[in-house]
């Protein structure tokens, strides 16, 4: 009997009405999802509550429990509400007012929209360009003064209410953690959710800012900041050195930046993510035509695959999943690919990278071992996900990461790393029964099987409370 196929990248789905139902939600989850998405932009509270339970209940039906995310909302800008839709012509001269109901200068001839944030006429100048829609319709600056931000349509479009605004370039000085966000990562805290994204990160002071948030109401979940606009990518290191996880997020990245640059930005993400060992996710238009039809464009297959090829931890589906018509086809479709490119990648796999800590070179000397030794698995034994997550940094070549564990939040933490699939088990006694438990379970659930051969991570507490850190190598009786 074949063992079940491995996959390592990991699948992030975000709930929408396609999807929240408790009996799609057991499907999603059997059928490989690893992490529910809660996109709070426009969430509420009862909801909120109701359908993380839901999830956890859905884990439970499927046998296979999985992690939910938070999306916050983050600082935003948009237009106000309009009667009807503005039709915006090329060359139109339009204004931005930035305080509901001002008074308008020659109102008969020039059209508006109000803006939501009042300290936009100090934030923007002249020359500056404005995207409305997802960048649909693009206007530059002409002038400003009082409440008016007066511009000159270039892209033509139809206006409604409340579009979304980016600034290329401009530094906006709105918080990164608003009320809204408080309020919604509270919720989010009191169900036990397992991490945050943090929306528009523009540097590591965002993500200090919500850590202490969490700190101060005893949270262990985990940050995953957002990279959207310009500043993003000029703190870049910084922000992936004070995060717990990246998302390169392209839909707004690649409003903010020349298209071009998106790809080159999304690999040096991926790059700098792997060399300090940080979680990241690829998010936005992954299967986008799957929202209406059952199979993807070949462009799309193509943008999945280089996406497992750069060895990015999570592939996310976002509309896809919240209003398309094929979710477990998405879901299906990623796995499909994931699968068959992570195959390519073992037959020609690079050297495990390299890393200061003495700690992450005992993780090192394991992944070498692993890969030497034809077929074998790496067992991890862990509590906090620290030992995972040191193997999975060094992305072994073959051998996958089976984590046992004591901690159901470990567990879902380690829903998002890269080649680990977690297992738990409770509770931890001596190593040497708690191996053969773990051995004994896992052979039980068909994971493993006589003759496999483990390389077996883990650290034992010594008298003095020492730690020992421990590598064997054995064979499944």
């Known amino acids: 009997m074949s063992l079940p196929s491995f996959r390592r990248t990991k699948i992030i789905a975000t709930l929408g009405p396609a999807t929240e139902s408790e009996a799609m939600l057991v499907q999603l989850i059997a059928a490989g999802v690893d992490v529910i998405r809660l996109n709070m932009a426009h969430a509420k509270h009862d909801w909120t509550r109701e359908v993380i339970r839901r999830v956890r209940r859905a884990s439970a039906v499927a046998g296979r429990e999985v992690a939910v995310m938070m999306?916050?909302?983050?600082?935003?800008?948009?237009?106000?509400?309009?009667?009807?839709?503005?039709?915006l012509k090329v060359g139109e001269i339009f204004d931005f007012t930035v305080k509901p109901g001002a008074e308008r200068e020659r109102a008969e001839e020039i059209r508006s929209v109000d803006v939501n944030y009042q300290n936009l006429i100090n934030d923007i100048h002249v020359g500056n360009t404005v995207l409305v829609d997802s960048g649909l319709i693009r206007l530059e600056v002409l002038e400003k003064h009082d409440a008016h931000i007066r511009c000159r349509v270039l892209t033509p479009g139809s206006l409604s209410s409340r579009r979304h605004i980016n600034l290329p370039g401009v530094h906006v000085n709105l918080p990164s953690f608003t009320e809204k966000d408080r309020g919604d990562t509270l919720v989010g805290i009191a169900e036990g959710i397992d991490f945050v994204a943090l929306s528009f990160v523009r540097e590591a002071a965002d993500i200090l800012q919500l850590r202490a948030f969490l700190?101060?109401?005893?949270?262990?979940?985990?940050?995953?900041?957002?990279?959207?606009?310009?500043?993003?990518?000029?703190?870049?290191?910084?922000?992936?050195s004070a995060t717990d996880a990246l998302m390169v997020a392209r839909g707004d990245l690649g409003i903010e930046v020349p298209f071009e640059e998106l790809p080159v930005i999304q690999r040096r993400a991926v790059k700098t993510c792997l060399a300090i060992g940080r979680p990241v996710i690829i998010a936005t238009h992954m299967l986008e035509?799957?929202?209406?039809?059952?199979?993807?464009?070949?462009?799309?297959?193509?943008?999945?695959a280089n996406a497992v090829f750069e060895q990015a931890d999570c592939v996310m589906l976002s509309g896809e999943t919240t209003v398309g018509r094929f979710p477990l086809e998405c879901v299906a479709v990623l796995k499909t690919i994931a699968t068959r490119i992570e195959e390519e990648l073992a037959n020609d796999f690079p050297e495990p990278a390299v890393f200061l800590a003495e700690r992450m070179k005992i993780y090192r000397s394991a992944v070498v071992l692993a890969n030497e030794v034809s077929g074998s698995t790496l067992l991890a034994?862990?509590?906090?996900?620290?030992t995972a997550a040191g193997l999975a940094a060094h992305r072994p070549a073959r051998a996958g990461i089976l984590a046992v564990t004591d901690n159901l939040e470990t567990l879902r933490h380690l829903r998002m790393v890269r080649s680990v699939e977690p297992f738990y088990l409770a509770p931890f006694t001596d190593p040497e029964s708690t191996l053969e438990r773990a051995i004994t379970s896992l052979v039980s659930i068909g994971r493993l099987r006589a003759g496999d051969k483990l390389v077996i991570v883990s650290d034992v507490q010594a008298e003095n409370n020492r730690r020992i850190d421990s590598i064997q190598l054995r064979t499944v009786q």
């Open 289 to 304: 035509s799957m929202i209406g039809q059952p199979m993807p464009t070949r462009a799309e297959i193509t943008d999945v």
């Open 215 to 240: 700190k101060e109401h005893k949270s262990r979940a985990r940050i995953v900041a957002k990279i959207e606009d310009q500043s993003a990518i000029d703190n870049l290191d910084e922000i992936i």
């Open 71 to 87: 999306d916050i909302k983050g600082p935003e800008i948009r237009t106000g509400d309009l009667t009807v839709p503005l039709e």
């Open 381 to 386: 034994f862990t509590k906090h996900g620290t």
